[in-house]
């Protein structure tokens, strides 16, 4: 039973285009919602998170939204580069716990 | 600095035997997890520790897991009587506790392969 689903194994988008990434979950008790990046042979690393409170946070290219009543949050990449191709894992904590459940990840290629 | 270490890289075994993976959290780190990647899946959740203590051990999969930090910084995943199944990447991740943020830092992983 996956509590947090990315629906889309992969993506794929040109350079300078935006790209979006999609997540759902089912869990109403989550809190806190992260994305992660992940290189091959690479531990998965932080990108960015937001807060049950907001629906939106940005970091750079980075803009992160939540829509509570539709559990659904989705990652904006503005502009999308080359470097950017990477397996991307959406990931949720409930409140009180400190466990992460993540989702099957999307493999985003961002094509020159 | 340096970030989390986990050693060895790669690990080959026989099924049946005993195995140990070690992770070396980011210096000052009190917050531990150990997570289990299988391939075409997300992390999952295996054990935390906070300082010495297992705080929340639920996703061990079953009493062949078994995982210590003695000291609070340094911890080891064991595993028993290993079967194919078993085989996945594991990767360790810490994180400071107080912090601003709720991210945890991830290391590279030990991918293990029970043959």
């Known amino acids: 039973d996956q509590q947090v689903k990315q629906n889309s194994p992969s993506l794929s988008v040109q350079e300078g285009r935006i790209s979006i990434l999609n997540c759902d979950y089912t869990n109403s008790m989550f809190d806190y919602f992260l994305w992660y990046k992940k290189y091959p042979a690479e531990g998965p690393t932080f990108l960015i998170s937001i807060s049950s409170i907001k629906d939106k946070n940005e970091d750079g290219r980075f803009t992160v939204f939540l829509n509570k009543s539709a559990k659904h949050l989705s990652l904006h990449i503005v502009p999308s580069q080359p470097g950017d191709s990477a397996v991307y894992f959406c990931?949720?904590?409930?409140?009180?716990?400190?466990?992460?459940?993540f989702g099957k990840g999307t493999k985003l290629t961002v094509n020159p | 600095g340096a970030g989390v270490s986990q050693t060895p890289s790669n690990k080959v075994t026989e099924k049946g035997k005993y195995v140990e993976l070690r992770c070396d959290p980011i210096?000052?780190?009190?917050?531990l997890y150990w997570y289990r990647q299988s391939l075409g899946q997300g992390p999952e959740f295996l054990i935390y520790f906070q300082g010495t203590g297992a705080a929340d051990d639920s996703g061990l999969p079953n009493d062949r897991f078994f995982a210590v930090r003695p000291e609070g910084s340094v911890s080891t995943l064991k595993i028993q009587r290993t079967e194919r199944g078993d085989s996945a990447v594991y990767l360790c991740a810490s994180r400071p506790t107080g912090g601003a943020g709720n991210e945890q830092f991830f290391g590279p992983g030990t991918r293990l392969t029970v043959l």
């Open positions: 990931a949720a904590r409930q409140g009180g716990s400190e466990k992460l459940v």
């Open positions: 210096s000052g780190h009190t917050a």
